[in-house]
């Protein structure tokens, strides 16, 4: 079956620090892979995604590189920001499919 | 910028009665979907409907949920009768036709079922 296993939160991380969220997957065939972010009281927005072997995604300062021999999508960003603080989850989607499966999610709090 | 919309934000209900949630798509997304957030947890789809037609309610406990989509607009899930269980927040996303298309989410119902 389809599952996404996340980096346990919460992260705290101060202003400009590096930020990596692990995420690894289990999926038959050629998933595509999503970061998604939730602020405070907003919903889901898709930060970034990539639908093949080394592709990467990327998207304000966030990277993630499609590693299919690791299964992976490990999400970074060289220097955080207090506006950055938000949910970030994981997600896949099977080839030909339409619905995701999400990772419990990574809480990360940037301070100043 | 197009937006999913979802009412009402926040939901308390007691045990036993009745609860519904509402979703207004994208305008022009054929695909809208309803997920389930326990808290803590990911997001799970519970139903997908493309235009008015269910594609998938294969996670969607049919005894006491029922969604509709009749106009294959806005759509509405219903609860009952609610347990506690079902405290949690529900999701609404959209996309227009296709399997490579983004899925944009609403602001979500937070239910706290007492």
């Known amino acids: 079956g389809n599952s996404v296993t996340q980096m346990e939160g919460p992260v705290t991380l101060s202003e400009e620090a590096f930020l990596t969220i692990n995420c690894t997957y289990t999926?038959?065939?050629?998933?595509?892979l999503f970061w998604y972010v939730q602020y405070p009281g907003e919903g889901l927005q898709l930060l970034l995604k990539?639908?093949?072997?080394?592709d990467k995604g990327s998207n304000k300062g966030f990277e993630a590189t499609y590693r299919k021999e690791t299964t992976s999508f490990h999400l970074e960003k060289g220097s955080v920001q207090v506006s950055d603080s938000a949910v970030y989850f994981c997600?896949?989607?099977?080839?030909?499919?339409?619905?995701?499966?999400f990772g419990t999610g990574t809480r990360l709090t940037v301070i100043p | 910028e197009a937006e999913v919309a979802q009412s009402p934000r926040y939901k308390i209900t007691e045990k036993s009665q009745a609860v519904a949630f509402w979703c207004d798509p994208i305008s022009g997304h054929a695909t809208l979907y309803w997920y389930r957030q326990i808290l803590g947890q990911g997001p799970e789809l519970l139903v997908q409907f493309q235009d008015e037609s269910v594609v998938d309610d294969s996670q969607l406990p049919k005894d006491r949920f029922s969604a509709e989509r009749l106009k294959g607009v806005d759509s509405t899930l219903k609860i009952q009768p609610a347990e506690l269980g079902d405290s949690a927040m529900y999701l609404c996303a959209s996309s227009s036709q296709g399997a490579s298309e983004t899925q944009y989410f609403g602001p979500g119902t937070r239910l706290l079922v007492l």
């Open positions: 999926a038959t065939g050629y998933p595509s």
């Open positions: 990539a639908t093949k072997a080394d």
């Open positions: 997600a896949l989607r099977q080839t030909g499919a339409n619905n995701l499966f």
